[in-house]
């Protein structure tokens, strides 16, 4: 199964200077797989905020291995109704989040994240995580 990564993973082992081994492992592994996939809101996360235009390019031209999944107006519906199951039981996220799970569910696609918050849509929502 393919899997979408969240931004925080590519941050994890794309920008930080010390990279987390065993998150940079399993990035690596889907890697070799040909199991990663990506959408246009993760790859703009991850982009936005590098001052040093040297490093911006890099991380571009390293990106652009990875086609991003064209998103359609049933991601977008998907990610609202997300958002408003997880209201109605409490549960508080971001656009982004919503929409990584709508594309996640629609997609057939596991979440590969770090953030916490998507333990709580878990269980609410018809997503897979990456343990």
């Known amino acids: 199964m393919k899997a979408l990564v969240d931004t ?15 998150l ?23 982009l936005s905020g590098i001052p040093d235009t040297k490093q911006f390019n890099q991380l571009k031209d390293l990106l652009s291995s990875f086609e991003d999944i064209p998103l359609k107006t049933e991601h977008f519906e998907k990610a609202a109704e997300f958002s408003n199951t997880c209201r109605s039981k409490g549960v508080q996220g971001s656009t982004i989040d919503f929409l990584i799970c709508a594309v996640a569910n ?6 590969f ?6 333990e709580n849509y878990k269980k609410h929502l018809y997503i897979q995580l990456i343990k």
Request: hydrophobic content about 35%; some cysteine.
């Open 106 to 111: 629609i997609e057939n696609l596991i979440i």
């Open 8 to 22: 925080c993973v590519w941050s994890q082992v794309l920008r930080h200077k010390s990279p987390h081994t065993e």
């Open 113 to 118: 994240t770090t953030d916490k918050d998507f």
């Open 24 to 46: 940079t492992k399993k990035l690596t592994d889907l890697i070799k797989d040909g199991r990663i996939s990506i959408i246009g809101p993760i790859r703009q996360e991850l």
